[in-house]
């Protein structure tokens, strides 16, 4: 025997392992909605009404408050009692103290004490006015006239509170009615000789206005009002005798050709 091993046997033959097919990965399952959860204090709204939007509550607001200021303007322009309405009573003009007919006038003159003349006027015209110019007679001399106001109507006439050299015009919407008040200094002198007398050399402006006034009322008083005299406000016109007294002073009517005369008064003051 010889010494060699006997063969190996033959291993088996290499064959590969099948691979399982591989099972899908199951689709994840949909997560439930979160419930919608109510707020307590919305829960019952059966017998709750819907209010106005805040929007419009603040422009209701906005709106009071312009209503307030613009009565407070008003108030402020209407001032005391001598400030709109020519015979309407509720602006700030005062009713006239007797009634007017159409195309005539009054004027009401307070002379101060210390000389000034204080002026209020009323004009009724037929037809409609649009317009008033005021002047110092040409017999004046220099003046200084202030606190001029002008109502056409129920409203203030746009214009100057103090006249240079004491003229002025007016403008403004047609009306039938224009109320004129205003102060003089300058139109009073004082006598040398007798003391408190006093000589008023013209008791108030020229009023002219289209068409012009037919007849005019003057009504003088302050202090003690002893006469009036009326020229026709020409440099070197003399004066005559006018007027009676009346209440506490003395009044004059001027018409016709005489409507433009000026009314000077003689009195005592304090």
């Known amino acids: 025997m010889s010494g060699r091993k006997p063969p190996r046997p033959l291993a088996q033959p290499f064959v590969p392992r099948q691979r399982r097919p591989t099972r899908p990965a199951p689709e994840p399952e949909p997560e439930p909605a979160p419930a919608l959860r109510v707020a307590p204090e919305l829960e019952e709204v059966e017998d709750v009404e819907p209010g106005p939007p805040r929007l419009l509550g603040v422009v209701v607001a906005g709106m009071g408050v312009l209503v307030l200021l613009a009565a407070t303007i008003f108030l402020v322009l209407r ?19 007797v009634e007017l007919a159409p195309r005539t006038s009054y004027v009401d003159t307070r002379v101060t004490a210390d000389g000034d003349l204080v002026v209020r006027q009323w004009v009724h015209g037929k037809a409609a006015l649009f317009g008033v ?31 240079r050299r004491g003229r002025g015009s007016f403008t403004f919407t047609g009306t039938h009615d224009v109320y004129l008040t205003y102060r003089v200094a300058g139109a009073v002198e004082r006598s040398d000789s007798a003391p408190g007398r006093a000589l008023a050399r013209f008791t108030s402006l020229d009023v002219d206005v289209t068409p012009p006034m037919l007849a005019t009322t003057y009504a003088v008083s302050g ?8 020229s ?3 440099p070197g016109a003399v004066p005559v005798p006018c007027g009676a007294p009346s209440g506490d002073g003395w009044q004059v009517e001027r018409e016709g050709d005489d409507r433009d005369d000026v009314v000077i008064a003689q009195l005592d003051l304090p």
């Open 79 to 97: 001032g005391d009692d001598n400030a709109p309405s020519a015979g309407s009573g509720n602006g700030p003009a005062p009713e006239p103290p």
């Open 133 to 163: 110019t005021l002047a110092p007679p040409p017999s004046a001399g220099a003046v200084q006239v202030t606190d001029v106001l002008v109502v056409a109507g129920d409203r203030i006439a746009p214009g100057p509170e103090r006249l």
């Open 223 to 230: 202090g003690d009002v002893l006469a009036l005299a009326c």
């Open 232 to 234: 026709p406000g020409e």
